[in-house]
């Protein structure tokens, strides 16, 4: 069983190798020493080759547990014997180049017991994204217990780290909190099984030295594509140095690996900038909408959703009303949410019916195939709401198999909005869930959208597929998820679904790589959206983020709630029929010009230039691709008296180039009173002197579209 390699290149009589991973600007230097050690000797901006030739040095980088690490390990084994120790030496790699893609793999393995490790890194070089996740494979006879097991370990070497992570809840989430690290360990992690980005979303921004602003500063921008249990840990040492890891949440997850089986860690995803934040999230954008996103460069639709206008509370004739006010707003589709299904437990309410996914014959005596076509007659598409991975203990699902259900033996169920997780672990309850989807596309092929929800976190959580082997639940449980993804893409692989878990709690590239957009929030409010999609927008593109108009935050006009959803995905939620004359002219103008501008958010660069924890206001643009044209928005939020308002200086512009700067998106009859309307500016007036965009008193909650054209 036991294998030896050769110790040292020095014996060997070879000179030690150094992997070099680049993208555009930046670089990440791997070196090997003569104990054959794999090293991060750099990570920063990109150097002449011949500079990292003098990089001898540097920090291991996949530190392994029980022999002379003390800090934490990316790796920890206890091997069939018992031994609780790795030791990784360099093997060999190899680099493949392919159009603007880089991959490098380098093999280690334990001198001693038969273990291996593939260390994975992908460069990204025109979006400056780089990636990299592990396989872990061992030949020992008996399972091996794995106890940790990270995607990534990077060393950081500052005088200062400044921490940016987005934490919440539900209504409240992506609030941007920044702190500087201490020595200790300080992570950010989620035990949440499903859901599980619900308090803490897995990204986070690392500056270097000082604090970074939106165009300043030495950051990270790293996410974990990962949707389960997650965690990252950053680790100040007595030196000062720092040591990220990140992966998959070890927590009671010990996971017991047999004899040749793969283990592969999730990707963890990262950018370095040394221009601030606003590039890192320019990149981490571009990566996402060409590598990470499902169709991500393809357009969205624009809907109506049911949710908020009507909840589980609808007949077949009121969902037929609806269409026609989809088709007075001249949106592309209609998405009938929750309460369309369960007979014996119909779904009027979240304590019924889940997991009966058949329609509810009183609500919709002529069933979901009369709706699609209703829709169609009207030159409309038709989209549905699923949660497929729960039961509601009232349901025929629940009373038929009771072994499907994560629980524990000997304790009291235990609900999260009325309802029990699957046990997707089982490949029974996999088929089950594909079919839920596949029998409702194959009786309905006119199906054009689903909206797939996810309402509860795990607790008391149990498999009985699983059996004795409890600890791979939470990882499991997701592995199962994807393979469920992976079926339905490969029948359905450009069906648009939307990513929903109780509002943002599911919102993640391990998971956007089978969805198109994602639900942000359960509070549509704006003024709270507003902090939202910004929190978002740090490492989401605008066309994933889901925004609908809605009727919550009354006091906010409709135009300041349709401005705020036109930053992102733009929808609808509400009541048309309540509309007022001029309401319903300006949302049908709204739709049509929203429709003209959404290449621009959708695919153009963002620039946030004033974010609304700084000030009163928030302000950001999205400049297309060739910079002729851009889109700014401009929201005053409590705007008082005492609030005093700069000139805006844009970014993304060409300085010698000139632009017409025009507001679009007004009430019916109302006149732009922006000083700068229908003016011409050179790029570079617009970038230095800016924009006057709160003339005299301004309305708290008020906001403004402009329209930037190169003439
Ligand atoms: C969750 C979603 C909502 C809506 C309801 C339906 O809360 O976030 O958008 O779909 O479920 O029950």
Redo the contacts with the bound molecule.
Sequence with gaps: MMCLLALSFASAGQTAPQIVIETKRTALVLTVNNGKKLLQSYLGKKQERSSYELMKGGREVYLTAGMDNQFEPAIRMVHADGNPSLDLRYVTHNTVDSAGMQHSTIVLKDPVYPVEVKLHYRSYYNEDVLKCWSEIVHQEKKPVMLTQYASALLHFNATEYWLTQFHGDWAREMNVVEEKLNNGIKSIESKLGTRTNFYQTQVFFLSLNDRSTETTGEVIAGTLAWTGNFKFAFEVDQRNGLRVISGMNPFASEYFLKQGEVFTTPEFIYTYSSEGKGFASRNIHRWARNFAVLDGNQPRMTLLNN?EATHTDFTEKRLVELFDEAKKLGVDLFLL??GWFGNKYPRND?KNGLGDWQEDKSKLPSGIGYLVKEAVNREIKFGI?LEPEMVNPKSELYNLHPEWILKLPNREENYGRNQLVLDLINPVVQDFVFRTVDDLMMKNPGIAFI?W?C?RSMTNAFSPFLKDKQTHLYIDYTKALYKIMERIRTKYPHLPIML?A??GGRTDYGALKYFTEF?PS?NTDALERIYIQWGYSYFFPANTISAHVTSMGKQQSLKFRTDVAMMGKMGYDIRVNNFTADELLFSSEAVKTYKRISPVIWLGDLYRLISPYDENRMLLMYTNQNKDKAILFNYHLHTRRKDFFRPVQLQGLVPEKKYRVREINLMPGVKSVMPDHDKVYTGEYLMTTGLNLTPGRVNPLSSNIMEIIAE
């Design positions: 949710w949410d929750d979240d709401w909206k929800d309402n929903c109780g509002g639900w359960d």
